[in-house]
Structures are given as C-alpha cells and as structure tokens.
C-alpha cells in the first residue's frame, strides 16, 4: 500500500498557517507528499524547503486571480497536487490541520482494511475544531464534525472548492464518495490564529468567493456551540501554540445574545440531542 499526502498553500505565514507543522504531522504515514505552492508574498516557499524531506515533492503553481466563483481557485490548486499523486491513497490535509502521533497506527490500519473494498471509496475522520484558543472545540451543526480527507486515487474525483471531494460517475451529475470511519481525528487550528491573522485572511480570500471581507472577531460565535477539550495536542503543534501566531487568552462570552442564524443552530442541537441524531453537514455516504 502506498499513501500519497497533498496540499497546496499560499501565503502560509502571512495568513498564520501552521503548514510546515500540517505536514509534518503526516510525513510518518505518508510515502509522499506533494505540495502546489503558489507564488506568495512571504517565505512560504523557503519554510517548505527547511522541511528537507526527501517524501517531500514541491510544485509551483500561479493561481487565476480571475475566478472568483464559491472558491473554485481552491479546488483548482488542490487538484493540481492531488494529480500528481501516485499512491493507492491520496490524503488531503489543509495548512491549518494536524494529525496526532499516537492516531497513526490506527489510521494506517483503516487504510490497510479498506483497501481492497471498492465500495470504500473514501476515507472520514472525526474533527476537532478548536475555536479561539487550544481549550475550546466547536461543535455547532453549522460545520462539519467528519469529513472525508482520503479518496482512492484510482477513481474519478475532483475538488470543486477546497473542502471536499465529488465523485464523477460514467460521466454523469456528480457525487459525494462513499467513505468509512478511520477512527482517527483531524486537528483542526484554523481559528486559534492571531486576531489580526484572521483578518489578514479575510481580507485576502474574499474576493475567490465573490464576496467584500468580513471583520473578524472571536467573541462572535455563540458559546452553546462550544465545549472544552480535553484531551492532548498533537507534539509538533505544541510551539506554534505557545507562540503569538496562536491565540491565548479567549473565553466564551457567557452574556452573548444570539443571532437569529444562531437561534436556528440551538434548535438544531436540541433537536439532536432529543432524536439522537447528528444534523452537522456531511460531504461523503457512510459505508458500515
């Protein structure tokens, strides 16, 4: 079995990535892992080479600042470096999401099992999105709690913006894969970063998406949509934690009055709570 991991990144450190920690986190699983880097305005490219693994493959690339469609510059870029895999595996990891060490045994095994099932055309972890600082995790229906991160690279996909993947079938409407559990979690920091990296973001995305960039502030989110974590983080994110790229000193607004969007998501996860069932977005079909 060989695994092929893939990203693609773009002004990783002026945006507050920790990218060179994302792959480090799954160079030990991986055989390879191709990275489009496109042309940026920082060291991006020079903080990947410092990787100096040989697993390792870098693509330049130049993005078409003239789409500006839902993201699909995204989904360009990324299938760019998913193309240029060559394992049974392709493993998509964004610049802000680590695995932990003590998952990878686990997570190599589910890719062992399923590998000769074709009905398993992709694989899902389970999320843990940490929002505002390493201790909390969100958890509100509006997102995704799993997603699929690994497709087989022998079937027909694309990447119509840089979340998920869509099977095409004998040339038809696509879909979403069919994906099993891996058991394993993806740790997700994209909103632990700095304020100020934040908006650096905002402002600099939007216009992919066809929108004007939003003001950015933790104390926006509705604290019933947050737990505590309370587990460990994976080791190599640990500095990139205790540094200024990531925030420190957020706490849940216990005061907050909620949106008339939010109001929508609490029904939803009392509904949830009341049905047992999880309404959270879903990109793949589960396979048991």
């Not at 879909?175 to 559990?181: D, I, K, N, V």
């Not at 402002?203 to 004007?212: L, N, P, T």
């Not at 009055?257 to 939010?262: A, D, H, L, M, S």
């Not at 029904?267 to 396979?287: A, C, N, Q, T, Y």
Request: proline share 5%; charged share 20%; with cysteine.
């Amino acid at each position: 079995m060989k695994v092929s991991g893939f990203t693609f990144i773009r002004n990783g450190n002026i945006l507050g990535y920790p990218f060179v920690q994302s792959i480090k986190s799954a160079l030990p699983i991986c055989d390879e892992f191709v990275v489009a880097v496109g042309a940026s305005d920082d060291d991006t490219l020079q903080a990947l080479q410092t990787i100096n693994d040989p697993k390792l493959r870098i693509i330049q690339t130049t993005w078409n600042e003239k789409v500006t469609d839902r993201g699909f510059v995204y989904g360009q870029q990324k299938m760019i470096a998913q193309y240029n895999c060559t394992g049974d595996w392709a493993f998509y990891l964004e610049g802000d999401e680590l695995l932990h060490e003590a998952e990878l045994e686990t997570l190599r095994a589910a890719m062992q099992r399923h590998l000769d099932n074709p009905q398993v055309e992709a694989l899902a972890f389970d999320y843990y999105h940490f929002y505002g600082s390493p201790q909390w995790i969100a958890i509100g229906t509006a997102g995704y709690r799993q997603a699929p991160r690994i497709i087989r690279n022998s079937i027909r996909s694309i990447a119509p913006d840089g979340l998920f993947f869509v099977v095409l079938h004998q040339n038809k409407k696509g879909r979403y894969p069919r994906a099993a559990l891996t058991g394993t979690h993806i740790y997700h920091y994209g909103a632990v970063r700095s304020v100020a990296s934040m908006n650096e973001k905002n402002r600099r995305i939007a216009k992919y998406w066809g929108k004007q960039p939003e003001v950015f502030a933790y104390n926006q989110i509705d604290p019933y949509e947050l737990v505590p974590f309370t587990g460990t983080h994976p080791a190599v994110i640990q500095p990139w934690l205790a540094s200024d790229a990531a925030e420190h000193h957020f706490t849940p607004d216990a005061n907050h009055i909620p949106t008339k969007r939010q109001k929508r998501h609490r029904l939803r996860m009392k509904l949830e709570k009341l049905l047992g069932m999880d309404l959270s977005k879903k990109h793949f079909k589960l396979v048991r």
